[in-house]
């Protein structure tokens, strides 16, 4: 399966959970209404969809309210290995600057680091601000070393990646791209003032699902070879134990724009860990990362 299918995937589902949020939100009436403004009956599979849905919100809230009462170790959690996720690409960094060559390593990586961070601080301190709920510079303290982290990892790779290499030109429009997403995000935020808010938080959901589903780009590979030794292990180890964390301090929160790309990010880690385990007999496990990202 390609890449961009699985990000368009990703994209959609995303979409499609923050419009059924908003709606919950906005309190929308179960009962249809006619042009006159008369209540129509709904059918008996819209009771039955009903009676579904006040299950699952009565189920979903029930969690988040337990959730709340944990809602500082699950802030503190989710910096500590957000942080750590985004140190992971360093021993590859290191390794370029070392040998002075990118070797077989792609700018991709390093530039999601950088772009994911940029999005969550923007929304977090954004949202901090207009919403006054500082809870939310969570996502500044998380993310901020993020940036910094990939300022150095991009500085690094365009010192050592040769001029004529296509790996350089595509690093340079994913750049490109990030810039005018950036100010498009600032002009939102001043023109749009609270409403900015919804765009900036999807966003970065978007952002985060598309970053949680990047690895399956070599999953053709895995399943034709039957190895996966292109996913580190302890680099999808991480992925889940930072979804997990994060996806908390989003429920505990009620921040569907933090919890519902981290749901997104600890199914696919289920995924790449289940293969991990299936083709370990076969001698495809994967190894310690050692060179951060592939």
């Known amino acids: 399966m390609q890449a961009w299918y699985l990000r368009a995937m990703a994209s959609v589902l995303v979409l499609e959970l923050m419009i059924a949020e908003a709606s919950h939100v906005h309190g929308q009436s179960s009962l249809g209404v006619d042009p006159q403004g008369k ?47 985004q140190l992971s690409p360093l021993p590859s960094t290191l390794e370029i600057r070392k040998d002075k060559s990118v070797k077989r390593y792609d700018g991709y990586p390093y530039f999601s680091v950088l772009a994911g961070a940029s999005l969550w601080c923007i929304y977090g301190a954004f949202s901090a601000w207009v919403l006054h709920d500082r809870t939310l510079l969570t996502m500044v303290a998380a993310n901020g070393p993020g940036v910094v982290m990939g300022l150095f990892y991009i500085w690094s790779y365009f010192q050592y990646v040769p001029a004529e290499d296509p790996r350089r030109l ?45 690895p399956f780009k070599t999953l053709p590979e895995v399943l034709h070879t039957r190895s996966t030794r292109s996913w580190p292990l302890d680099l999808c180890l991480w992925n889940f134990i930072q979804s997990m964390a994060t996806g908390g301090f989003g429920l505990a929160n009620s921040d569907p724009w933090v919890w519902v790309p981290n749901v997104i990010g600890v199914l696919a880690a289920i995924v790449q860990l289940t293969l991990i385990v299936m083709y370990a007999p076969a001698g495809g496990a994967a190894q310690p990362c050692k060179a951060g990202l592939p």
């Open 39 to 85: 209540q129509v009956a709904p059918s008996a599979s819209s009771r039955q969809f009903e009676r579904v849905e006040f299950g699952l919100l009565s189920v979903s809230s029930s969690i988040q309210q337990k959730l709340h009462e944990y809602l500082r170790p699950l802030s503190g959690a989710a910096v500590a290995t957000t942080i750590a996720l």
């Open 170 to 214: 595509s690093l340079i429009r994913y750049l490109q791209f990030g810039c005018i997403l950036l100010c498009c995000e600032f002009a939102m935020c001043w023109l749009l003032g609270r409403s900015a808010v919804f765009m900036l938080g999807l966003l970065g959901s978007v952002g985060s699902a598309q970053i949680a589903l990047s």
